[in-house]
């Protein structure tokens, strides 16, 4: 290829230098603007020509990027998710309790920005059961990558277990953070600490 006269396979072999993709800018703010919606009224008023809207894209850029409204929380789960990976290596000389307690406490240092929006798509979830329903694999899969987080199996039979049991008590913390408003987050840790002494 002429590297020079053609820009795009230039950028193409600059991209597969550094071995990185470029961020999916789009998404991003497709993410961005859903959140500031469902901070500003109820989340099952939301459509998609509004997020659009509040993006500043074509409709066409939202469908491309994600296909519905439940594919754009899971796009927000999966950020959430590389946050927490972003975090750094777990000690994996602590026990395995402690590393699952730091885990789930650096996700939910990662919602705390986002709480509203998180309280009002969770309340708009509850309304449509189906809905709710859809994202459980996304919840699943979010919490097998939080056991991979605290360097503990999530595959085979003993794994499917753990993330089993790792939802619920994720979930119940998640339940307690809603409403917790002390500014360390005293009573998500509590109830977290909880629930992982009781599965240990």
Known sequence: LDYERNPQA???????KSGRKKPDAPAQAIIDAALDLARER????????DIADKAGISLAQVYAA???????????????????LDGGVI???????????EVLMRRFDALAP?????????????????A?????????????????????????LIGL???????????????VWLADDTQDMAKTMAALDQGLGRAE
């Open 10 to 16: 230039m950028a193409h072999k600059e991209q597969r």
């Open 42 to 49: 109820a989340w099952q008023t939301v459509r998609l020509s």
């Open 66 to 84: 994600f296909p519905s409204k439940a594919a754009i929380v899971g796009g927000f789960m999966r950020r959430i998710d590389q946050q927490v």
């Open 91 to 101: 000690d994996i000389a602590e026990p395995a309790r402690d590393r699952l307690f």
């Open 114 to 130: 986002h709480k509203v929006a998180v309280a009002a798509i969770l309340d708009g979830l509850c309304a449509k059961p189906t």
């Open 132 to 156: 709710a329903l859809a994202q459980a694999p996304r919840v699943l899969c979010s919490m097998a990558w939080m056991l991979e987080a605290a360097r503990l199996p999530a595959d085979g």
């Open 161 to 175: 277990v753990r993330i089993k049991g790792l939802t619920l008590i994720y979930a119940n913390a998640l339940r």
